[in-house]
């Protein structure tokens, strides 16, 4: 291979990147351009954007009650079963808070 076939390699690779790069950064205009048209758009229908984000927080709300009905259920139930085995020290402190519960509930101050 001469000097001359390498410096016309060289000058394609230089060619093609370029093209490369314009193309990317037109696609990139033009993600840009649409993000900024859907915002536009999401603007001008006030009643849209209000419904969406009225789902939102709604969708939001129920995943965290169901989440923490989920969470609670399981610390419940590591509860009773550690209740259940007998501890010395995990029974009488669950025994402390059956006893803090019944006071509040029958209305006595701790």
Known sequence: MTTTENHEDLNGVRHSLDALEKRLETLTAQMERTQIADYVQLLNRPFSLFWRNALGGLSRGVGIAVG?????????????????????????YIADIVRIVQHQLEGKTY
């Open 68 to 92: 923490f009905t989920i969470f609670a259920s399981t610390i419940l139930y590591l509860l009773q079963v550690l209740g259940a085995l007998n501890l010395p020290i995990i029974g009488d």
